[in-house]
């Protein structure tokens, strides 16, 4: 018998390896559910930690085998998955090391290592090193085998140099940064007798930081036209000796910055104004340049999300480059809360008035946070000063029961958050007395409660062993983020939503999500709370309202769940195995795999050509010759293939497939026939600003797919990334103006587009727009349901009307985002104000927020901030402002919409020429 045990001390090189396989591993969108339900029940952020807590797990591995086409065997029950004791993990480990060596016999996997299961449980560097590189071998397997593994959002190549982009603006900012803080330091010590060391300290180490990110500068500048070919170890520079000084110089700042904070205060208090403004100004910046380190690691994680292994020759050096930043993060982190914690002893013991005996703050272990919170009760105006320690969390009040500050007052600019590691918090820099209210052992909490807004609550054990709660109040997101992140270390549960997101059974609810690429993935209870959705929003995501995960292993998965991902469920073919080499119905994924997806799109509420003749539909079947082996492009709920037309052999086209098939016959039935209604109005349409149907094929795909000219250009929004840069307002007008005139085409003809976005308008060889893919989200309803329809919410969040959506409970108290209403030409028109915002900034709404926080924006009823007045005039920006009214009735019609684009194209005409 194995001992479940992890290596208690890994190797660098064990962690350094880990670091390298996992985002490829995220990347593998079967894989994916795994690791989120590892860093959801171990809360672990470690590579290394969470590699080996998902591998433990014993039926993970098991998945990578099977998209090598090695389906499990039929004596390996499927129900044991959902059981987490040590012999059923052996069990499927014990599999994968067979299916392992036979693979090497079929010559399918290079031989290799030869794996024991104790080299997983044994808690030995050198075992789950031979794990890992076993893994390797594997994915090298399936790289070289199975193209369309690693699957990215459609916009990645934007989204790389956009943050290859911030990478460089910022290093520049950071830079200019370093300069004012060393003049600002050397104008403070002149004429002091000695110099004081504090100062001293900042201006020797501001030589060698300016040394080594003009070095850092020097190379971004050079490889940024260059994506994907970046040499990040070059240009970080881990072996040069600047690189060693810069790290020393980080780690000195940091250590006297406490006492650097100290002598600049006297300065703000003593000085002349001056004098004044440069202490300040220190303040302000020497922190911000302490986290730049921070900052790197934040940006190029983000860059391995949006960068293929195959695609990338240098992605092992964003690897090791994202490690070696987190590591030297990591390590200032450490330094911070160790000499915060010392001076928090002496103000502990300065300002505490009443205070148990017992409780010596000095002995509770490392001080992680300090903050003051509203309690959140009737009484309004109370606060507490709170400090979490890893050993207990303290809260505080005056001697008049209510702190004196909080951390934002009127009149006073808000505390910046999030507080780092070596700076005091809000609570610490107070004078008032402490009294000890609450004293709560961290191994005590129970349950922590989050809201959407600003409210958190903790359930905690008393010493009597009953239930307590403590409820608090923040004052904004990144105070909010920062104590959940902090809290989420110490609780056994996180409950996220306004309400019970269990049945009736005291179950989670299993959630069904999808990723970018258009590949689905059901996971099992207690599984992720963000899940990317399709191509529509340009990597937008969607955040399940409702959702409590819990670290009980005896009930982590649903063995009702389970047998499908292991060869006992549904066995639809996933999107990518269409036409592929070998079928990945063998993987028994879940049903939803072959599901489709994309923007919310119901019947209009007046359908035309309801009598529409299929036979009007050209038949290609057999004339269209597929290019290439895969998809040109992978969408929401369809892949697009480019072919060639037979009868015209210099003509190409595109071919759209739907991916899903249904296992109910009376309901493919109705969806045939559904589709030819659809396909038949599609045909009938005529008008240059929409894409023409050229006819149909049922070669490619389980349903008649739809041929139509092949666009070179691409997207508006692939379009504007190419030519952005010399587009006029004139040019961009211009284009609104064509996309106006198609949807008021479609709105003539009652048909709803429901699916409005940058990715949805095509530009064809001559310049001009041709809308695309309207109404066929009313066909996903067909196949899957209402529930695609409420999910689908997510892939257009960025452009969709989300006041058609709410958050509403069944009566099994089951939570989601709901439709409220059908979608009708008035939710064209706020697409429409979204479209004309995205093409006039050149950027996509809500750009400067990731996927999960836009969600979030748009339930406040938060719109998009606006671009500077050089990209969006007042009358553009007053007329975006209409199309996004509240209220749908008060938006302009398409008739309207259509001349408010042309006036502002003619004023844009006689502005340019009167101006050139």
């Known amino acids: 018998m194995s001992v479940l045990q992890a290596p208690k001390a890994p190797s660098d090189h064990l962690r350094r390896d880990s670091a390298r396989i996992l985002p490829r591993l995220r990347l593998i969108i079967e894989f994916r559910p795994w690791l989120e339900h590892t860093k959801l029940t171990k809360r672990t952020s470690s590579a290394f930690a969470l590699l080996w807590e998902t591998f433990a797990l014993g039926a993970p591995l098991a998945t990578l085998l099977n998209l090598l086409g090695s389906p499990p065997p039929r004596d390996l029950n499927p129900d044991t998955a959902a059981d987490l004791r040590l012999p059923h993990r052996e069990k499927y480990f014990t599999n994968f090391i067979q299916r392992v060596q036979l693979l090497e016999l079929q010559q399918k996997i290079p031989f290799g290592e030869v794996l024991r299961v104790q080299d997983l449980f044994g808690g030995t560097n050198s075992g789950f090193a031979k794990v890992l590189k076993t893994v390797e071998r594997v994915l090298g397997a399936l790289q070289d085998s199975y193209p369309g593994l690693f699957v990215l959002p459609n916009d990645a190549a934007h989204q790389r140099t956009a943050i290859v982009r911030e990478l460089l603006d910022t290093e520049r900012s950071h830079i200019a940064t370093l300069r ?5 330091a050397e104008l403070l010590s002149e004429g002091g007798d000695p110099m004081n060391p504090c100062l001293e300290c900042l201006i020797v180490n501001r030589a060698m930081l300016k040394q080594y990110h003009d070095h850092v500068l020097n190379l971004l500048e050079d490889v940024t036209g260059t994506p994907g070919a970046e040499n990040w170890e070059q240009i970080f520079a881990f072996e040069d000796t600047s690189r060693k000084k810069a790290v020393g110089a980080y780690r000195s700042i940091c250590a006297n910055y406490l006492e650097l904070a100290d002598v600049l205060q006297r300065y703000l208090d003593d000085s002349e104004p001056l004098l004044a403004s440069h202490a300040q100004m220190l303040l302000n910046n020497v922190s911000f340049l302490l986290s730049r380190t921070f900052t790197y690691a934040s940006l190029l994680e983000e860059l391995l999300s949006f960068t293929s292994p195959t695609e990338s020759s240098t992605y092992n050096s964003l690897c090791t480059t994202v490690f070696h930043l987190q590591e030297a993060s990591e390590n200032l982190n450490e330094m911070g809360h160790l000499l915060r914690t010392v001076r928090s002893a002496r103000i502990f013991k300065g300002r505490a008035f009443k ?89 005590r909490l129970r349950l922590l409660r989050l809201s959407y807004s600003d409210t958190f609550e903790l359930e905690y054990l008393d ?62 209870r207690s599984w992720s709370l963000v899940a990317r959705k399709g191509p529509c929003s340009e990597s937008s995501s969607l955040l399940r309202q409702d959702a409590c995960y819990t670290s009980d ?364």
């Open 463 to 524: 010493e009597n062993n009953r239930t307590n709660t403590l409820g608090l109040l923040t004052t904004c997101s990144e105070q909010h983020d920062q104590w959940r992140a902090a809290l989420e270390m110490f609780v056994p549960s996180v409950f996220v939503g306004p309400s019970s997101s269990l049945d009736a059974d005291g179950q989670d609810i299993l959630s069904e999500d999808e990723d970018a690429g258009g590949r689905r993935r059901s996971h099992a």
């Open 355 to 443: 205070w148990r005996a017992d409780i010596d703050p000095s002995e509770l272990g490392n001080l992680l946070l300090d903050d003051v919170l509203a309690i959140d009760t009737a009484s309004s105006g109370q606060r507490y000063a709170v400090f979490l320690l890893e050993m207990m969390l303290l809260c505080c009040i005056d001697s008049e029961g209510a702190t004196d500050r909080g951390p934002q007052q009127d009149n006073e600019d808000p505390y910046p958050y999030p507080v780092r590691a070596w700076d005091l918090g809000p609570a610490l820099r107070q004078m008032t007395p402490l009294n000890l209210v609450h004293a709560i052992p961290t191994t």
């Open 180 to 184: 004012m803080t060393g003049d600002s």
């Open 553 to 916: 292993q005896e009930s982590l998965l649903s063995p009702n769940l389970l047998p499908r991902f292991f060869g006992g469920g549904s066995q639809d073919v996933s999107p990518l195995a269409i036409n592929t080499t070998f079928p990945r119905n063998h993987l028994g994924l879940p049903d939803a795999l072959a599901g489709f997806s994309g923007p919310p799109t119901p019947p209009p509420e007046i359908e035309p050509y309801v009598d529409a003749n299929p036979t009007l539909l050209l038949d290609l079947t057999g004339q269209i010759r597929r290019e290439g082996s895969y998809p040109q492009a992978h969408g929401g709920f369809a892949d697009v293939w480019k072919g060639v037309w037979d009868c015209q052999p210099d003509r190409w086209v595109a071919i759209k497939v739907l991916r899903s098939r249904l296992d109910d016959r009376q309901m493919e039935t109705k969806m045939r026939k559904r589709l030819a209604r659809e396909l038949g109005v599609w045909k009938r349409l005529d008008h240059k600003h929409v894409l023409k149907l050229l006819g149909t094929v049922s070669d490619f795909g389980p349903y008649e797919s739809m041929v139509c000219p092949w666009l070179e250009q691409g997207s508006v929004s692939k379009y504007m990334e190419r030519r952005g840069d010399i587009l006029s307002m004139t040019d961009r007008l211009q284009m609104l103006c064509e996309v106006a005139d198609g949807l008021h085409y479609l709105h003539e003809n009652s048909i709803v587009h429901g699916d409005l976005t940058g990715s949805n308008i095509l530009i064809d060889d001559e310049g001009k727009v041709k809308l695309c893919d309207f109404g066929l989200s009313s066909i996903v309803v067909e196949l899957c349901g209402t529930s695609s329809l409420t999910s689908g919410i997510g892939g257009a969040v960025r452009w969709a009307d989300a006041s058609l959506y709410t958050l509403s409970t069944d009566d099994d108290a089951k939570t989601d985002t709901k439709a409220t209403a059908a979608i009708t030409t008035r939710s064209d028109i706020y697409s429409f104000g979204s479209v004309t915002l995205e093409i006039l900034s050149g950027r996509i709404p809500y750009h400067y927020l990731r996927d999960i926080q836009v969600v979030i924006e748009v339930h406040k009823g938060n719109k998009p901030r606006r671009p500077a007045q050089s990209f969006v005039t007042d009358p553009q920006w007053d007329f975006i402002q209409r199309c996004w009214a509240a209220d749908p009735d008060t938006r302009p019609d398409c008739t309207e919409v259509v001349r408010a684009m042309q006036s502002l194209h003619r004023a844009s005409l006689e502005f340019r020429r009167h101006t050139y």
